[in-house]
């Protein structure tokens, strides 16, 4: 993975000033953490927390990172001649000439109505950014599955410390290095994007966190829980959830908090995995000196901290136990559902929402901050089964809705994965860059040292706390078993006194039958109180967690099983669909500059030829351009296709009549990677005819007015999530495959008769 550059730090900005800020977001968090401690951690948001659009971010909100957005430029405005010159020569290589009149009267129509273009160039002048909508609604609208290719993967690079290549401590290091990167975030300490002295758009950064995307039977839509403070966890086809802030102080959790709490999540077992129903139904808690089947110790997890009363599992449902006499799985793999198509996804979650139980494990994971994956799989590190075991693995311990997920597998290969509705790969990349030198960094192993000697001292002091508690406890038993021998005699002696034949009957003490109870303090003679309860080891590790993890369920019918198995078999086939492979070529950037050649136009002319010489046909090519350094920019897709593109493409397949030189050849080449550079340009200049076209078709959706050209201007380049030709294109092109084909067979046919004669 290519290295991020040097950040350079803002002005005004000194450790001093970081470190307020960082210590008044710590004080905000731990008020925030305080206000929810009353409440579990799965209840349903409020309106106030959970904020739902569908269309664009809410009017008025924002961020710290907002300020760097005035001082980028905003969009460029092209003229409305030139776009729809630009547009009618494009249309050339795809349309009939009837077509291509037909459009053009469709045009001149519009370009003749000035009122109408002055009313669409008044609304494109005063939008802040003519694609912010456009952008977010046209993948809100997308009703297919969530494409592999559609969204971000980054797969990081080992670690350099062969030792921390382990699973948990790859995950717990990362996972750390997260939650330090979203402190930056929301502290504004984020350095900007930089291209060489261009800043770009910070504005995405705050929408990797807490942001999700919800299925809606016509159209999605995208959540944003701003004070959520946990992560949802997938692990052995569970979801856990675990809070990754302290409860006194506010500040994220360090390297060794999460790896004991994903320790906890890893060596606890589920309550359904009971020997007898009984069992179940009662969830009588196993002692922490139980094994696992290798003879290793295992905890449960579930004991009682001295401030968190709530059990690690709640109550069983009635699905739960429905589900272990018919022998059916407790835990499905919910994960599946999110890969199947928006609209059936939307219609399944709606039956799932309606159990309590159901609904509450929906809103914790969805309103998690991000998601954490630890994935049995074991790919080779750097491999292309690495890319796909990151990317989507086996689907069911996915939640593909989330922006932002951390895989980990087995042998520590880890990577980063997402939903680019709300962001672009250039986010993600930064954050991977960012976690991946935090957790290899000098000062990361400086701490781990630190909460290693911490933890053993920590350890130390327990054991020295129960030696000197058990003391103690003995010392004051003897006392009390004294007083009782003294009291007793003296009560049988003051009763033989009075004439009494018999002793007094002993009155039985019962022991406490709660733990608070136990731990009150005891005071047996004037001066002795015992003060110190007797922690198990299992909460003195809890002790300074606001929450232990806890583990979600699932209250499902029948129904709802089966359309979850029907899922996984959809995500086999869909997975089996995705190719992905890797290419190690001998012509690099360095020989194509050499050549005077540009590496973007010549590779789009590599892709476009392959096409023609398979289809006998021109192809809908789509490039990215990143506008980040414009106001509120993202990355959009501009067609490259030209018609000295296609005539290069015929004369190099061989499909034209004239003969063609080598010096015609680099000609032709020379043309066509020219006329790609001068499209590139214009897009990287927010100048594209192309992106012009789509923001004149939003304003005309905006305007209410039903023209004719807002149904023509994306007829022949229709985008998708996948940037690939429409059905509608497809058909064109298959049409003109055959009629090309018909033709070759006559003109060989022809060929034969004439040798023949």
């Known amino acids: 993975m290519a290295q991020q550059p040097q950040e350079t730090p803002r002005e005004g900005a000194g450790p001093a000033c970081d470190a307020d800020r960082l210590q008044a977001a710590h004080e905000y968090v731990r008020m925030e953490l305080a206000s929810q401690q009353s409440r579990s951690l799965k209840s349903p948001m409020t309106p106030h927390e959970r904020r739902v659009f569908g269309a664009s971010l809410p009017h008025g909100s924002s961020t710290p990172l907002d300020r760097y957005q005035r001082t980028l430029p905003a969009l460029s405005q092209p003229s409305l001649t030139s776009s729809m010159n630009a547009y009618l020569r494009a249309l050339q290589t795809f349309v009939s000439k009837e077509q291509l009149q037909q459009t053009a009267k469709h045009v001149e129509d519009f370009v003749k109505d000035t009122g109408l273009a002055e009313k669409v160039a008044v609304y494109l002048a005063n939008a802040e950014n003519r694609f912010e909508t456009l952008d977010l609604e046209r993948q809100l609208e997308h009703r297919h599955s969530a494409f592999l290719n559609g969204n971000p993967v980054i797969l990081l690079r080992p670690d350099p410390v062969a030792d921390r290549n382990t699973q948990l401590e790859r995950a717990a290091r990362l996972t750390s290095a997260l939650l330090a990167f979203k402190a930056q975030v929301d502290c504004d300490l984020i350095a900007p994007d930089k291209k060489g002295k261009q800043g770009k758009t910070m504005h995405l950064y705050p929408t990797l966190f807490n942001h999700t995307r919800l299925p809606g039977e016509t159209k999605d839509a995208v959540a944003q829980y701003f004070r959520s403070t946990h992560v949802p966890l997938a692990y052995d086809g569970l979801w856990w959830t675990f809070d990754a802030y302290h409860s006194e102080t506010g500040k994220p959790f360090t390297t060794c908090q999460v790896e004991d709490t994903l320790l906890a999540i890893v060596n606890t077992q589920p309550p359904w995995a009971t020997s007898t129903l009984d069992e179940l139904t009662n969830r009588t808690p196993r002692g922490p000196t139980e094994a696992n089947a290798d003879g290793t110790p295992r905890g449960d997890g579930d004991g009682d901290g001295p401030q968190d009363e709530r059990p690690a599992f709640r109550s069983v449902t009635a699905g739960t136990c429905l589900a272990m006499l018919t022998g059916a799985d407790p835990s499905p793999s919910v994960g599946a559902l999110t890969w199947l198509p928006r609209g059936k996804w939307a219609r399944l979650r709606r039956e799932m929402a309606a159990a309590p139980t159901t609904a509450q494990s929906l809103e ?394």
């Open 364 to 757: 914790a994971i969805e309103s998690g901050m991000f998601a954490v994956v630890l994935s049995p799989e074991a790919p080779e590190p750097g491999s292309m089964d690495a890319l796909r075991a990151i990317a989507h693995g086996g689907g069911q311990d996915r939640w593909a809705d989330k922006s932002l997920t951390l895989v980990v597998c087995a042998n520590g290969v880890a990577g980063l994965c997402g939903n680019s509705t709300v962001y672009d790969y250039q986010q993600l990349h930064r954050v991977a860059t960012s976690i991946w030198q935090a957790s290899n960094s000098d000062d990361s192993a400086a701490q781990d040292r630190a909460a290693v000697v911490e933890r053993a001292a920590k350890r130390e002091r327990f054991l020295q706390q129960q030696v000197e508690l058990q003391a103690r406890q003995a010392r004051e038993e003897e006392r009390r078993r004294e007083q009782e021998r003294q009291r007793e005699e003296e009560e049988s002696a003051a009763h033989f006194r009075k004439g009494g034949k018999k002793d007094p009957p002993k009155t039985k003490q019962s022991p406490p039958s709660t733990r608070e109870e136990a731990m009150r303090p005891r005071s047996t003679t004037p001066g002795v109180t015992v003060l110190e309860p007797q922690l198990t080891e299992e909460e003195c590790i809890f002790e300074d967690f606001v929450a232990r993890p806890v583990l979600l369920e699932w209250d499902l019918s029948p129904e709802l099983r089966k359309q979850i198995t029907a899922a996984e078999h959809y995500c086999a086939r869909l997975f089996a669909q995705a190719e992905a492979e890797e290419l190690d070529v001998e012509l690099g950037e360095r020989k194509l500059r050499c050549a005077d050649a540009r590496p973007g136009p010549f590779v789009q002319l590599a892709v476009q030829l392959a096409h023609y010489k398979v289809y006998k046909a021109p192809c809908v090519v789509m490039e990215s351009v990143n506008m980040a350094g414009f106001r509120q920019g993202r990355v959009q897709a501009v067609p490259t296709v030209t018609q000295a593109s296609t005539h290069f493409c015929k004369a190099a397949s061989g499909h034209t009549q004239q003969q063609h030189s080598m010096q015609d050849m680099n000609s032709l080449l020379g043309n066509a990677m020219s006329d790609q550079a001068h499209l590139m340009e214009s897009a990287e200049k927010a100048l594209s005819w192309h992106t012009h076209l789509l923001a004149i078709d939003q304003a005309l959706q905006f305007l209410a007015h039903q023209d004719a050209l807002q149904h023509e201007t994306m007829r022949w380049f229709h985008q998708s999530e996948l940037q690939a030709c429409s059905r509608r294109d497809a058909r064109v092109v298959a049409r003109r495959q055959n009629a090309e084909l018909q033709r070759l067979l006559q003109e060989e046919k022809a060929l034969e008769d004439e040798a023949n004669a």
